[in-house]
């Protein structure tokens, strides 16, 4: 009940009888049930988890704490099922995630709940900003799981294999690492694609002189990991290896400014110290890193247009690259936790270029 008191003080404190989550990371993160369609409503005495027929079996199994409302027998919407809940408790005022709902069910909540909806997205969020040890310890595990699978894919990069053939066996080494076997997108490029911050892989087959940029992650129960590595098939080039050398600098400077106390912003400044009298000062990109857990792209991130400040606790990737349109790109991201005294990176892969 940890989470759901940290959460109800937080309703209090913002003036709320109740709180309506429907965003998915934030059900499971609240109540532990990791299936698909389920709201959550949370007063201050009581709590439900309304779903469908299909998952009523998994919530009583996963969040046994929880009132499991079937909502096609509440009443013929969720709104039906909500409205019934609101009068049980006597409920007025429901914040929610307005970030989240769609028009349509909004309209339904509105149009058949008799309380005032009050928009109160982010406050989960921050909730879920400083990890437990116990979400630590995941994110770990993912982590080692991602760093096992790359070092088995090195073996397969060779001239002739296409992108598609090394993402699937990417996928499959991950899960058999022992990774949840609900992968999320992973990028595996090569060649001047590399330029292409998040491109797809295709039926291109990896020539001689690539770049193979590799962006992937894997889950360990719900929790992400998110590396990147870039690598060479064969001998590289004078430019090659000056790009990925100013790119091995911006990581490593970034690296040595994190600690707690200092802000986001700044170690993205500071990323950029290596290229600023450099051709290669305008392929940069202006986002460096963001905070990781049960979604992949987690408040805060590192770039100029964010004040946060790093806190001990905070997981984080840090991925600075230099993406050259036409030409290619490198990538080297790394995840850490923000420690009392910096921090402790959980990628062990190294980050000098490897020669395949």
């Not at 979604?295 to 991925?319: C, K, L, R």
Request: a negative charge; proline letters at 4%.
């Amino acid at each position: 009940m940890f989470m759901e008191n940290k959460l109800r003080a937080l309703m209090k404190k913002n003036q709320l009888d109740a709180y309506f989550i429907a965003k998915k990371v934030n059900v499971r993160y609240i109540t532990s049930y990791k299936g698909d369609d389920a709201f959550v409503f949370i007063t201050q005495t009581n709590q439900y988890i309304i779903t469908d027929p299909r998952y009523t079996e998994q919530v009583a199994i996963e969040a046994p704490d929880y009132t499991v409302i079937n909502w096609r027998q509440a009443g013929k919407t969720l709104g039906d099922a909500l409205s019934q809940l609101a009068k049980d408790n006597q409920v007025t005022t429901i914040g929610f995630e307005a970030d989240q709902l769609t028009y349509q069910t909004y309209q339904d909540l509105k149009d058949k709940v008799e309380a005032d909806f009050i928009p109160a997205p982010g406050i989960i969020e921050k909730m879920r900003r400083i990890k437990t040890p116990e979400e630590q310890e995941k994110l770990k595990r993912a982590c080692d799981i991602s760093c096992r699978a790359f070092e088995r894919i090195l073996g397969d990069i060779r001239v002739g294999i296409t992108e598609k053939e090394l993402a699937a066996r990417l996928a499959l080494y991950m899960v058999e690492e022992g990774a949840d076997t609900q992968p999320y997108g992973n990028i595996l490029i090569s060649g001047a694609k590399t330029s292409l911050l998040h491109g797809i892989p295709s039926e291109k087959a990896i020539e001689y002189g690539d770049f193979v940029l590799m962006d992937f992650g894997c889950q360990y129960d719900g929790y992400l990991s998110d590396m990147t590595r870039t690598v060479v098939v064969g001998q590289p080039t004078d430019k090659q290896l000056e790009v990925y050398e100013l790119e091995k600098q911006m990581l490593e400077r970034s690296l040595e400014y994190i600690k707690p106390g200092v802000k986001t912003k700044e170690v993205y400044h500071q990323s950029l110290k290596p290229i600023e009298n450099t051709e290669y000062l305008p392929y940069h990109y202006g986002n460096i890193g963001h905070c990781i857990g049960l979604f992949i792209h987690e408040q805060p991130m590192m770039s100029d247009a964010y004040e946060d400040v790093f806190e001990p606790g905070m997981v984080t990737t840090i991925e600075p690259g230099l993406y050259i349109p036409g030409w290619g790109g490198v990538r080297i991201e790394d995840q850490v936790i923000v420690t009392e005294q910096g921090y402790e990176n959980l990628i062990w892969i190294p980050h000098d270029l490897i020669q395949l």
